[in-house]
């Protein structure tokens, strides 16, 4: 049974950093792209940063220079580091699988406020 699990999200100043994983438990994790994607309240979904087999990777613009995805093929794990957060980066962060995208997490909420 294909499982994303996502942590480390929570609340944080603006200006400061927080690390969100992901624990893939999915067949050939090497093989596939990951991705997070984010959603903020009344906002349609947004891809944030993509992964790709080969260690390629893409941002949205809003985070080139703050955000790193990265990926522990060993572990089976994706990591979003952010800093220099924004208010406009909280939202619930989803962690997926497959391009195009085949599976989903449940989300970490992050908050960035004083």
């Known amino acids: 049974q294909v499982q994303l699990v996502e942590s480390g999200g929570g609340l944080v100043q603006p200006g400061g950093s927080l690390t969100l994983s992901c624990a893939a438990s999915?067949?050939?994790?090497?093989?596939?792209?990951m991705a997070w994607y984010r959603q903020a309240p009344g906002k349609q979904r947004e891809l944030v940063a993509t992964?790709?087999?080969?260690?390629?990777?893409n941002y949205v613009t809003s985070v080139k220079g703050r955000f790193t995805i990265s990926r522990n093929n060993a572990g089976n794990l994706v990591d979003l580091q952010m800093n220099s957060l924004k208010p406009d980066d909280t939202a619930v962060y989803y962690c997926?699988?497959?391009?195009?995208?085949?599976?989903w997490g449940q989300g970490t909420q992050v908050t960035v406020s004083s």
């Open positions: 997926t699988a497959g391009w195009p995208t085949l599976y």
């Open positions: 999915i067949p050939d994790f090497r093989q596939y792209t």
């Open positions: 992964i790709s087999a080969l260690g390629i990777t």
